[in-house]
């Protein structure tokens, strides 16, 4: 088949419109009667049960490592009451100092 080509040459290009159907710009979803209508098979809804044990071993893990995370917590708390102890004790001995060289 031969097809018939025009070349025009140093010619301005042109501008056209082109009007759309509005039904060309709808991104909903389908839904599924329709696409089972149209010839694509379709799989259940329903999830297998392999699928939602796996699921909850998944959320039982993710709960597990978020309990984990609490000693964290423990050893910056522990690491507070160190380090006001210590300040303390310093405090302390500075001052009975005080007070004994004051006495003497």
Same mark, same amino acid.
């Given at each position: 088949? #031969? &097809?018939?080509?025009?070349?025009? =040459?140093?010619?301005?290009? !042109?501008?056209? @419109?082109?009007? $759309?159907? /509005? +039904?060309?710009?709808?991104?909903?979803?389908?839904?599924? #009667? &329709?696409?089972?209508?149209?010839? =694509?098979?379709?799989?259940? !809804?329903?999830? @297998?049960?392999? $699928?939602? /044990? +796996?699921?909850?071993?998944?959320?039982?893990?993710?709960?597990? &490592?978020?309990?984990?995370?609490?000693?964290?917590?423990?050893? !910056?708390?522990?690491?507070?009451? $160190?380090?006001?102890?210590?300040?303390?004790?310093?405090?302390?001995?500075?001052?009975?100092?005080?007070?004994?060289?004051?006495?003497?």
């Amino acid at each position: 088949m #031969d &097809e018939a080509r025009i070349e025009v =040459l140093d010619a301005a290009p !042109v501008k056209f @419109a082109v009007n $759309l159907d /509005a +039904a060309e710009s709808k991104t909903a979803p389908m839904p599924v #009667d &329709e696409l089972e209508r149209l010839g =694509l098979p379709m799989k259940s !809804v329903e999830a @297998a049960p392999a $699928l939602v /044990a +796996a699921k909850q071993e998944t959320l039982h893990n993710a709960e597990l &490592e978020a309990r984990q995370k609490l000693w964290r917590w423990l050893i !910056v708390a522990a690491l507070a009451v $160190l380090l006001i102890e210590t300040w303390l004790a310093g405090w302390i001995t500075r001052w009975t100092a005080a007070s004994a060289e004051a006495t003497a």
